[in-house]
């Protein structure tokens, strides 16, 4: 049972334009959400996270749209640059609490960003 | 860099036999948390430690177990491998206990290959 969703395995666009990565989940308990960035032979980095009271948080480039009436949370990249190339995984938490999988954040499956020269 | 270690980097290994992968976590950082990432697969928790003590368990096999040492460092054992353990095993590390809008630091990663 995934609760967590990235239904586009990878995603390809032009320097300088918009990357929009999606994700969706299941769980209405989440109230966090993380975007976490993965290099090639490196672990996963925090990226950005929006908690649910709210539906939008900027940091720079990297903004994090959260839509609770459709459990959808989606990362955009503005303007887009090739070492943005990666993959981007999104994480979600229930707020201070461990279900019974005690699983404290639930990642999605992963999208690989290439963005093109 | 995270500041979180782990190693060794790779490890082949033939089926049935036992590994051990090893972690230290960032400076002061208290829980140490291992995930394993499957081929086209998200993460997935398998478990923590907080300040020596188990804290949180999630899909781990009876056949893994781990701990976490004085010193903070943590070693995950797996035993009795079999092809499907093969993977990328992460683990990492965060100041508190594991409460919810903590940033978790991740190592590198160790790659274990099952023969």
């Known amino acids: 049972d995934q609760q967590v969703k990235q239904n586009s395995p990878s995603l390809s666009v032009q320097e300088g334009r918009i990357s929009i990565l999606n994700c969706d989940y299941t769980?209405?308990?989440?109230?966090?959400f993380l975007w976490y960035k993965k290099y090639p032979a490196e672990g996963p980095t925090f990226l950005i996270s929006?908690?649910?009271?709210?539906d939008k948080n900027e940091d720079g480039r990297f903004t994090v749209f959260l839509n609770k009436s459709a459990k959808h949370l989606s990362l955009h990249i503005v303007p887009s640059q090739p070492g943005d190339s990666a993959v981007y995984f999104c994480?979600?938490?229930?707020?201070?609490?461990?279900?019974?999988?005690?699983?404290?954040?639930?990642f999605g499956g992963g999208t690989r960003l290439m963005v093109k020269p | 860099d995270s500041g979180v270690t782990q190693t060794p980097k790779h490890l082949i290994t033939a089926t049935g036999q036992r590994v051990t992968l090893r972690c230290s976590p960032r400076?002061?950082?208290?829980?140490v948390y291992w995930y394993q990432q499957s081929l086209d697969q998200g993460l997935q928790f398998l478990i923590q430690y907080y300040n020596g003590e188990e804290r949180a368990k999630g899909n781990i096999l009876e056949r893994f177990s781990a701990q976490q040492f004085p010193d903070l460092h943590s070693e995950l054992n797996l035993s009795s491998l079999e092809l499907g353990d093969s993977a990328l095993y992460f683990c990492?590390?965060?100041?508190?206990?594991?409460?919810?809008?903590?940033?978790?630091?991740f190592g590198s990663g160790t790659q274990l290959s099952v023969l």
């Open positions: 929006i908690s649910s009271i709210k």
């Open positions: 769980n209405s308990m989440f109230d966090y």
């Open positions: 400076s002061g950082d208290l829980s």
């Open positions: 994480a979600a938490s229930v707020g201070g609490v461990v279900d019974n999988a005690g699983n404290m954040l639930t």
């Open positions: 990492a590390s965060s100041v508190h206990t594991g409460q919810a809008y903590e940033k978790l630091f």
